[in-house]
């Protein structure tokens, strides 16, 4: 894997065109499936679905790419059609692409498994006022900023590359977040998670948790006992081995 895009087969005009037709071409000759480590198949371009393909396992993968840094909401498309791509039976995997448009290099390769792609990862916009062309038109934010860190299967990161074995090892530590049992908390266990990593520290007590309760509050507003919810997520991050329990109320992670 380099991290330089290929120009060769570019002929097309602005900018933005050029962006989008080169990392695409990235992908393609340089990603994988971090399932199976096969290489990624295209899907035809007038076809309304992801961009890649597995053609061994059959996941599907979207690219979404940003020049410099991702910051903390990346601007997306309509946010209906965002909401229902999520909750499709073959909802993609999404790789998200920080690029240096300098040097024409990738900076950042990010893999987010589609079973921790949330609904609340997506914020939607405030439809276009009645002057707009497409007036009433909804979009989305993903918000970048929610994604816990732990849950990232870099490719590249900072420029430097990944080995084949580490991608693999990472896609394989998160496949738990499949498990049918997680289904409705799974918003609640990434909460607590990128709690847990504000904290950045590797040792801490329930208070140091129970501070983030009005900011949980704000984001699982129909749950009133969030203290009870933190701590049944405290417990499933234990049973898979993502922390330990070392002495009453204290927890660390492994
Ligand atoms: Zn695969």
């Known amino acids: 894997m380099n991290t330089f895009f290929n120009l060769k ?18 992908v393609h000759e340089n990603g994988f499936c971090a399932n199976c480590l096969c290489g990624l198949n295209k899907f035809p371009n007038n076809k309304p679905v992801a961009d890649f393909f597995c053609p061994e396992c059959g996941e599907q993968f979207e690219l979404k790419s940003k020049k410099n840094k991702f910051g903390n909401k990346i601007t997306d498309g309509a946010y209906e059609s965002m909401v229902s791509r999520i909750n499709s039976s073959d909802n993609p995997n999404f790789f998200f692409m920080s690029y240096n448009l300098v040097e024409m ?8 498994p589609k079973h921790i792609f949330e609904i609340n990862l997506i914020e939607r916009r405030k439809p276009l006022n009645s002057t707009a062309k497409r007036a009433g038109w909804v979009g989305c934010n993903i918000l970048f900023n929610m994604i816990p860190e732990y849950t990232k299967v870099y490719y590249i990161k900072s420029g430097s590359v990944m080995s084949r074995n580490e991608i693999n ?35 801490f007590n329930l208070n140091d ?6 900011w949980l509050k704000n984001r699982h507003e129909r749950n009133n006992n ?6 049944q997520q405290l417990q499933v991050l234990r049973d898979r081995q993502y922390l330990e329990f070392t002495s009453r109320g204290l927890y660390k992670v492994l």
């Open 105 to 112: 290099t990738v900076n950042d390769l990010i893999l987010i």
């Open 209 to 214: 948790i129970y501070s983030f309760e009005s």
């Open 169 to 203: 090892f990472k896609w394989n530590q998160l496949t738990f977040f499949k498990s049918q049992d997680l289904r409705d908390s799974k918003g609640w266990l990434l909460d607590v998670i990128l709690c847990i990593e504000k904290l950045g520290r590797k040792e």
């Open 9 to 26: 087969n570019t002929d097309k005009v602005s900018l933005s065109q050029i962006v989008r037709v080169s990392s695409e071409t990235w």
């Open 226 to 231: 969030i203290r009870a919810k933190i701590r």
